[in-house]
């Protein structure tokens, strides 16, 4: 969008001050992707404080959580886990599963910011109506804000992510996944301490949900006026990251609707739903116990995990703390991924499965000693704290695989992972549900082992290489070329005759190299008259 500038007297959108700060984000002063980057993580953790919210409202707020109860006999409260309840959280799951699909089909097509805008603008108008739908109360209103804010969660989190695809280079694609994809858990963990906030100092539920409202209307419109879609639409952009940006992200070559037969015939894409599956399972287990003793609320008999001494406080920034260190896990170990793949020429299959494997599979040994550690122990506690710290590696290797394998339909891809993984969520739910008051801990081992014995098939069938499907031609290759150039040095004297050379032989990767117009790129001379 562009707004055109003024000569210092314009008020508002054309002021001088105002196209001073947006110059300063879409301008050569600060990379291009860098700007998205912050725009996505700052997204995803609005979109996850706000859920946050609004499903710790649906647990704490009585005159919610009554359906209607204003008969002349005095009725005891109802209980948090009443039908109405479960309907209501059950419209939600329902509504962001089959979203997912649709949204990631439509951010391929027809293109992801002006799908990312109005999925925020959706989350950001919902969360402003909920003190509306407080006061005025129906379980139909507010089934009905629950299924658009599910909506809005899946179109924001395939968005994100293919926003983030359009923009990160592959040499720096672990860590601005990391910091993009790690900011989602670190929004949950802060969402749930604005809400022991909102409790400790008995203020207004609507104020919460004002806050992620408005806060999410600021972000939609620095969003409008600073981001673009694509480093070919950016005119601001430098020469040097544009160069970058167009080495390393060839433009997308089709715009159909995905061959979804073939996709579903890979084996990588079975990776990534087996991989996402066991990843949901367990964070399952480690959000449980926290939530047990953060808001004085046990549907489930889980007091052995060993959290029984966290009073309310302790234990939301216990979880803060958790995030926030599962976050800065992510983005280190991103770093470190891209700094030996660029600069030490790491195998990038391998080093994502090593750093998929410290994410998956480490983390569930240390989860099922929290299980079986005595009772309010330091054990459990230091179990806890050390299995988030190696989830965050899951966030910089296993969820940028789907910028690996694909360019032209990262959404559809994406929302095939998130698929299967919010199913296994669900289906976790239902048998927590059926066992309860009395879950037992053999339950929760099960469960890990389930989750570790699928994220070991999915390191197994792990690929980063592009399949067939993702190509416009059969006449473009297939994959990355390493290609050989030999830079030759010319030395001349003073009559212009050859007084020496030097010839050095240097690698390069070539990636979406188009077999039909493979015209001298095998050798290259560069000419210096000394």
């Known amino acids: 969008m562009n707004i055109p500038s003024d000569n210092g007297s314009g008020t508002g959108l054309n002021s001088k001050k105002f196209q001073e700060f947006r110059l300063y984000f879409v301008s050569n002063s600060i990379p291009q992707r860098i700007v998205v980057t912050l725009f996505c993580s700052v997204g995803a953790i609005l979109i996850s404080g706000l859920w946050t919210s609004m499903d710790r409202m649906l647990m704490e707020k009585k005159e919610i959580l009554l359906l209607n109860q204003t008969t002349e006999t005095t009725s005891p409260p109802a209980d948090p886990t009443t039908n109405e309840l479960v309907v209501a959280q059950v419209s939600h799951c329902i509504a962001y599963t089959v979203s997912l699909v649709p949204m990631g089909m439509m951010a391929d097509k027809y293109g992801v910011k002006n799908t990312y805008l109005a999925g925020m603008t959706m989350a950001s108008v919902v969360s402003l109506m909920l003190p509306l739908f407080s006061v005025y109360f129906s379980w139909s209103l507010l089934s009905l804000c ?9 179109v924001i989190h395939i968005a994100e992510a293919v926003m983030l695809a359009h923009w990160a280079p592959s040499s720096e694609r672990a860590c601005l996944g990391g910091f993009v994809f790690g900011a989602n858990p670190f929004g949950y963990g802060f969402g749930h301490m604005l809400c022991w906030i909102v409790l400790y100092y008995k203020a207004k539920w609507f104020s919460l949900n004002l806050f992620w409202g408005f806060a999410g209307l600021v ?6 006026m600073c981001i673009y879609e694509d ?6 952009i430098a ?16 715009r159909i609707l995905p061959p979804w037969k073939e996709i579903m015939m890979t084996k990588c894409i079975w990776a990534l739903l087996l991989g996402q599956m066991g990843h949901e399972a367990t964070m399952f287990i480690m959000i449980l116990p926290i939530l047990s003793y953060t808001w004085w609320y046990k549907k489930a008999n889980i007091s052995f995990i060993g959290f029984d001494s966290l009073t309310s406080e302790v234990a939301c920034l216990f979880l803060l703390f958790s995030c ?16 030996g793949v660029t600069r030490f020429r790491w195998d990038l299959r391998k080093t994502r499965r090593i750093t998929t494997c410290l994410g998956f599979i480490l983390s569930n040994p240390l989860l099922l000693v929290m299980v079986n550690a005595p009772e309010d122990s330091a054990v459990s506690k230091i179990s806890y704290v050390t299995a988030a710290l190696m989830k965050g590696a899951h966030y910089s290797s296993f969820q940028v695989n789907f910028m690996d394998i694909t360019r032209n339909f990262p959404g559809f891809v994406l929302s095939i992972m998130l698929l299967g993984g919010n199913i296994a969520n669900f289906m976790i739910l239902i048998c927590i549900r059926a066992s ?3 879950v037992d801990f053999k339950e929760f081992c099960a469960i890990l082992v389930i989750a570790t014995a699928l994220m070991v098939a999915c390191v197994c069938l ?7 499907w993702d190509y416009s031609n059969e006449g473009e290759y297939q994959g990355e070329v390493q290609t050989r150039a030999r830079e030759v040095t010319f030395t001349f004297d003073q009559d212009n005759h050859v007084e020496e050379y030097s010839m050095e032989d240097t690698m390069s990767s070539v990636s979406n190299f188009n ?10 001379a560069t000419f210096t008259e000394e």
């Open 146 to 154: 629950i299924i658009f804010l599910g909506i809005s969660q899946s």
């Open 219 to 224: 972000w939609c419109f620095l969003y409008l």
């Open 231 to 236: 480093p070919s639409d950016n005119p601001h």
């Open 239 to 254: 020469s040097k990251e544009r160069q970058l940006l167009h080495k390393q992200l060839p433009p997308k070559t089709i």
């Open 324 to 339: 926030t260190g599962l976050w800065l896990m992510s983005v280190s170990v991103g770093v470190v991924a891209d700094h």
């Open 436 to 438: 309860a008051p009395n």
């Open 462 to 468: 792990m690929n980063v290489k592009r399949p067939a």
């Open 515 to 524: 077999a039909e117009n493979n015209t001298n790129i095998n050798n290259y």
